[in-house]
């Protein structure tokens, strides 16, 4: 299975992009990159995922590269209520598997 | 509204009993997932049932059991064995046994405390 690497953790000053990096280099070709954040003692809130296509919604946007092997996901104007941990996560095709990595704490700062 | 149920939110046991936590969903998922969340750790895959009478083990499956008797219901037990068993468990489900473009579901989590 992919495994996910992401830094522990990143500050951010509000308002400003936050840039959240992943290396998913063993990722495969029909592999899906997730992102998910999750808020102290509640459980993770989907962000948004792609295969190969950069994507975007409402809340984020997610680049990809063109090798698949890295991706960053953005968040256009971070507020403190984005202070949260951040998981990019492989989702393992047939089987459908979520694996969890131990994700980047990311601050948000006044 | 569709979602995700986890019952109870806290629960307390005492060491050597099992304990039984509940896992409902109405979204008409294909897939459901128990993980395990350690303070300051990851969350980690302990089953998964991607149709209805049948599951697989995750990565640490051993001290827990589950059954899918019913396509929106998947019970984690927690046994004796679990030799660790305080944690905050956290249950998922997703549309379809498998491919990956759908996204995944997750409960409120259960905060276990074994005394």
């Known amino acids: 299975d992919a495994k996910t690497t992401q830094p522990t953790s990143m500050d951010c000053a509000e308002g400003r992009a936050a840039n959240l990096p992943c290396n998913h280099s063993t990722i495969s070709g029909n592999e899906y990159v997730y992102w998910y954040r999750q808020i102290h003692s509640q459980g993770p809130q989907y962000i948004i995922h792609g295969l190969k296509n950069n994507e975007t919604n409402e809340m984020a946007s997610l680049i990809i590269t063109e090798d698949r092997k890295s991706s960053t996901l953005i968040l256009p104007h971070a507020t403190l209520r984005d202070t949260a941990v951040y998981y990019c996560?492989?989702?393992?095709?047939?089987?459908?598997?979520?694996?969890f990595g131990q994700g980047t704490t990311l601050q948000v700062k006044p | 509204d569709g979602g995700i149920t986890q019952s109870p939110k806290y629960l307390f046991r005492k060491e050597g009993q099992n304990v039984t936590l509940s896992c409902e969903q109405n979204?008409?998922?294909?897939?459901m997932y128990w993980y395990r969340q350690d303070p300051g750790q990851g969350l980690r895959l302990i089953y998964y049932s991607q149709i209805v009478n049948d599951f697989q083990k995750g990565d640490i499956a051993e001290g827990y059991s589950v059954s899918r008797e019913k396509k929106e219901s998947f019970p984690l037990t927690v046994t004796s064995a679990q030799k660790n068993p305080t944690a905050f468990y956290l249950c998922a489900s997703t549309m379809g046994q498998g491919g990956g473009s759908t996204e995944a579901f997750f409960g409120q989590g259960t905060r276990l405390t074994v005394v």
């Open positions: 979204l008409n998922h294909d897939a």
């Open positions: 996560i492989v989702r393992v095709a047939w089987t459908g598997k979520l694996i």
